[in-house]
Nanobody
């Protein structure tokens, strides 16, 4: 029904930057919330940042001032600009979208995950 495809992860040195993208395709009427989550090797999946359809955003205290979430409602894409990366940002990053399908039903979809590794 809906596929989310992520890109942009990789290996970067501490202090560097990466930009993640997540594009949705399929039977989409609208996308309400778009967000990024991450999961380290010993951690539960946690919210990094989210963006509502009207543009309001929310982010974890640990990334405030360093990460910026944005969305393109025409392209059905969400971005995460990550600056001043730290080794503790190392994790698999997942995008999540709450999608209203053309059928009128609303579902939650996840991307496949992209690895971000920050070396010290």
């Amino acid at each position: 029904q809906v596929q989310l495809v992520e890109s942009g992860g990789g290996l970067v040195q501490a202090g560097g930057s990466l930009r993640l993208s997540c594009a949705a395709s399929g039977n989409i009427k609208s996308i309400n919330e778009m967000g990024w989550y991450r999961q380290g090797p010993l951690n539960q999946r946690e919210l990094v940042a989210s963006a509502g359809r009207s543009g309001g955003t929310n982010s974890a205290d640990s990334v405030k001032g360093r990460f910026t979430i944005s969305r393109d409602n025409v392209k059905n894409t969400v971005y995460l600009q990550m600056n001043s990366l730290k080794p503790e940002d190392t994790a698999v990053y997942y995008c999540k979208m709450i999608v209203e399908l053309t059928t009128g039903y609303q579902y939650q979809f996840w991307g496949q995950g992209t690895q971000v590794t920050v070396s010290s």
